[in-house]
């Protein structure tokens, strides 16, 4: 009978390890890492003077984000860049950050959100045309010359050439290099991160870059086995830019 009790005894004792094993490896587990989602919300037209919602919906893994750390809206006429104004917005519910704008002149104008949360910064950008360009054959604001370079302006062109080594393998660390121009010449001084995934995974890697006087944008990462992965770079600086180019790699063992 003291043999039955004692064996008794010890399988609930290994059974109360094991589930103490359990809770330990599960409060290791690693946080899942998103990207974190802006969808910018702008109307592609509206008349000077009158009050215009613009709204960020922020989200994180599929969910709202309620919390965000900052969200503002800066806004500026093309050309003008530099005497552009930011404006905080307030949560209105659902992840929706909102504010409303009064445009007091036409023109072509930029709208850029900039938030913050999740330890992560995205900052879309869009345009909004105030008034009518093109009138009786006329432009309300400006020349046909001046409208036809705000045009070519608003889409710079930017080549983004992502390089990877031709053999990259598992649990090595590799080399990732992105060489950014704008309108011919380095791009300098720009935001760049990689966001790195394997395919049929939900889990996204960020990883920063650093840049040097050639525009070439570099870091370093360690694929942790081997199959198929997306690279996808984010480039994005103070003057409104904000552009991605995705790159497929196989990874070996």
Same mark, same amino acid.
């Given at each position: 009978? *003291?043999?039955? #009790?004692?064996?008794?005894?010890?399988?609930?004792?290994?059974?109360?390890?094991?589930?103490? &094993?359990? *809770?330990? @490896?599960?409060?290791?587990?690693? =946080?899942?890492?998103?990207?974190?989602?802006?969808?910018?919300?702008?109307?592609?037209?509206? +008349? #000077?003077?009158? *009050?215009?919602?613009?709204?960020?919906?922020?989200? %994180?893994?599929?969910?709202?984000?309620?919390?965000?750390?900052?969200?503002?809206?800066?806004?500026?006429?093309?050309?003008?860049? @530099?005497?552009? *104004?930011?404006?905080?917005? /307030?949560?209105?519910?659902?992840?929706? %950050?909102?504010?409303?704008?009064?445009?007091?002149?036409?023109? !072509?104008?930029?709208?850029?959100?900039?938030?913050?949360?999740?330890?992560?910064?995205?900052?879309?950008?869009?345009?909004? !045309?105030?008034?009518?360009?093109?009138?009786?054959?006329?432009?309300?604001?400006?020349? &046909?010359? =001046?409208?036809?370079?705000?045009?070519?302006?608003?889409?710079?062109? !930017?080549?983004?050439?992502?390089?990877?080594?031709?053999?990259?393998?598992?649990?090595? &660390?590799?080399?990732?290099?992105? /060489?950014?121009?704008?309108?011919?010449?380095?791009?300098?001084?720009?935001?760049?991160? %990689?966001?790195?995934?394997?395919?049929?995974?939900? /889990?996204?890697?960020?990883?920063?870059?650093?840049?040097?006087?050639?525009? =070439?944008?570099?870091?370093? $990462?360690?694929?942790?086995?081997?199959?198929? $992965?997306?690279?996808?770079?984010?480039?994005? +600086?103070?003057?409104?830019?904000?552009?991605?180019?995705?790159?497929?790699?196989?990874?070996?063992?």
């Amino acid at each position: 009978m *003291k043999k039955i #009790i004692i064996l008794l005894a010890a399988v609930f004792l290994l059974a109360a390890c094991g589930q103490n &094993e359990t *809770k330990q @490896e599960n409060s290791g587990e690693s =946080t899942e890492v998103h990207p974190l989602e802006v969808n910018l919300k702008v109307p592609d037209h509206a +008349n #000077i003077h009158e *009050k215009v919602s613009l709204t960020a919906e922020v989200s %994180y893994g599929g969910e709202a984000v309620e919390d965000a750390d900052e969200v503002k809206f800066e806004i500026w006429k093309e050309g003008e860049k @530099e005497e552009s *104004k930011m404006i905080e917005a /307030k949560h209105e519910k659902d992840g929706q %950050y909102t504010i409303e704008h009064t445009f007091d002149e036409n023109g !072509v104008f930029f709208v850029q959100s900039h938030v913050t949360a999740k330890n992560q910064h995205n900052m879309p950008k869009k345009q909004i !045309v105030i008034g009518e360009l093109h009138k009786d054959g006329a432009s309300t604001g400006e020349n &046909e010359e =001046t409208a036809n370079h705000t045009h070519e302006h608003s889409q710079e062109s !930017v080549d983004i050439q992502l390089e990877l080594p031709t053999n990259v393998k598992a649990n090595a &660390e590799t080399l990732i290099q992105t /060489k950014i121009q704008a309108e011919n010449a380095p791009l300098l001084n720009a935001n760049v991160r %990689y966001e790195i995934w394997k395919d049929g995974s939900e /889990k996204h890697d960020w990883v920063d870059a650093a840049g040097d006087e050639k525009g =070439t944008y570099e870091a370093k $990462y360690t694929f942790s086995s081997s199959g198929t $992965y997306q690279i996808q770079v984010h480039v994005n +600086n103070d003057e409104g830019l904000h552009e991605h180019v995705t790159k497929k790699v196989t990874v070996q063992k």
